[in-house]
């Protein structure tokens, strides 16, 4: 099964920056979109970014377009999301996440694909 860790997560002040990585393993990124997914206490898993392999196509939640930018390289198996002008609502766990291997609950949806394979999450504060 695939693996995927992320990393990058810590506290920053509002109208600041942070990147998040997100490695991957025993997975083939080929015809396959990646991405991220965050959750918010109290509050159900969203859809942050995804990209297909190679970078020919993103796809971005509204609440985050032109802040966000989601990047991959292929060399080093890694998945970026690079965020500025965070916002106190940005505060959540990130997760990232790879498209197939869904199992009913196990399975989201964004961008109208389904994503199965998770990382453990990377948390993000953001202090206002």
């Known amino acids: 099964q695939a693996q995927l860790v992320e990393s990058g997560g810590g506290s920053v002040q509002a109208g600041g920056s942070l990147t998040l990585s997100c490695a991957a393993s025993e997975y083939n990124y080929r015809s396959r979109y990646v991405g991220w997914f965050r959750q918010a206490p109290g509050k159900e898993r969203e859809g942050v970014a995804i990209i297909y392999y190679g970078g020919s196509d993103t796809y971005y939640d509204e609440s985050v377009k032109g802040r966000f930018t989601i990047s991959q390289d292929l060399a080093k198996n890694t998945v970026s999301l690079q965020m500025t002008n965070l916002k106190s609502e940005d505060t959540a766990m990130y997760y990232c996440?790879?498209?197939?291997?869904?199992?009913?609950?196990?399975?989201?949806?964004?961008?109208?694909?389904?994503?199965?394979?998770w990382g453990q999450g990377t948390q993000v504060t953001v202090s206002s």
């Open positions: 996440a790879a498209e197939g291997g869904c199992r009913d609950d196990y399975c989201a949806t964004f961008g109208g694909r389904r994503f199965g394979y």
